[in-house]
């Protein structure tokens, strides 16, 4: 956990560089020199490029479980808290895009996380979403002739194409360009999901 100044120095400088340089190919120098402080100081506080990787991580995936499990409980209705769940990483990639590129980059589709540990925050994040899904089916408001899971891996699987192509990218996020996102994924999971037939409104 982050605890001090000097430390939030490093890991933004450590989310630079796993994003410029990828995570096999950062060295603690690079971090240290990015952040502008002693190489002995990066040690100080952490005492290897695997324990800073697993800080960073480890803060990402208790503010993800955090929301899911804030939408989980919150009396909002349905369709509003799909677009919550939307909103929460359009959010943090306009707060901290180096950080939603080292989730898409190395923690989603690189081998690096993919330990026993890392596929346990994997489950956890997808049962929580799970649970929403079930919520919707159990109100009536998707359809329940397809498994929660399913619909979980749909509507997760339209988050991350979309937030991909803008990591990737390195696009910027305006207002217009999140809400444009928000409606697209809503459109891509709830016309083939919601139990009405009709179709949303165009975009």
Known sequence: MVKNNKQEIIVDAALEVFRDKGYANTRMADIARRAGVSYGLVYHYFESKEV?????????WDRLYQMLKDERQSDSAFQKKLENIIKFFLDMYAEKPNLLSIFITEVSRSSVYHTARG??????FFSLTEDVMAEGQKVGFL?????????????LGA???????M?????AVNRERKERTINGVIQVFLCGAKVESN???AL
């Open 159 to 165: 988050i991350e194409a979309f937030i991909s192509v």
């Open 119 to 124: 596929l346990a925050k994997f489950r956890t």
């Open 52 to 60: 800073l990787f697993d800080v960073i991580v480890e803060g990402w």
């Open 199 to 201: 179709p949303l409104p």
């Open 143 to 155: 359809r329940r002739d397809i498994g929660p899971h399913y619909l979980t891996y749909i509507f």
């Open 167 to 171: 990591v990737l990218g390195k696009e």
